[in-house]
């Protein structure tokens, strides 16, 4: 099995930052495609950034030069720092990644259970 595990959401002001992490466990050969998510209530769930195995990354137009994804590959972990943030990024925040569990076989997509972020005064 494999688990995605999300932290380092929270309340914060106008202006302000925090640091998502999402660590993978179980059951890894290899992870590809690692990508943070966002869904405001009664919305949508939006792609936000997404890093490929090798750091080619892509960004949402909305957070372009606030948002910084990374990861890092011998932690299975990937990191969304987000700067500068405004009322309108309040919303649960997801990863999800493509994992291959074992040698030849294709990968699959899991979610983690997501983290709360609330930018607000």
């Known amino acids: 099995q494999v688990q995605l595990v999300e932290s380092g959401g929270g309340l914060v002001q106008p202006g302000g930052s925090l640091r998502l992490s999402c660590a993978a466990s179980?059951?890894?050969?290899?992870?590809?495609?690692m990508d943070w998510y966002r869904q405001a209530p009664g919305e949508q769930r939006d792609l936000v950034a997404g890093?490929?195995?090798?750091?080619?990354?892509m960004y949402h137009d909305s957070v372009k030069g606030r948002f910084t994804i990374s990861r890092d590959n011998a932690k299975n972990t990937v990191y969304l720092q987000m700067n500068s943030l405004k009322p309108e990024d309040t919303a649960v925040y997801y990863c999800?990644?493509?994992?291959?569990?074992?040698?030849?076989?294709?990968?699959?997509?899991?979610w983690g259970q997501g983290t709360q972020v609330t930018v607000s005064s």
């Open positions: 179980g059951t890894i050969f290899r992870i590809g495609a």
């Open positions: 890093i490929t195995r090798s750091g080619s990354t």
């Open positions: 999800n990644a493509d994992i291959a569990q074992t040698f030849g076989t294709n990968s699959n997509s899991y």
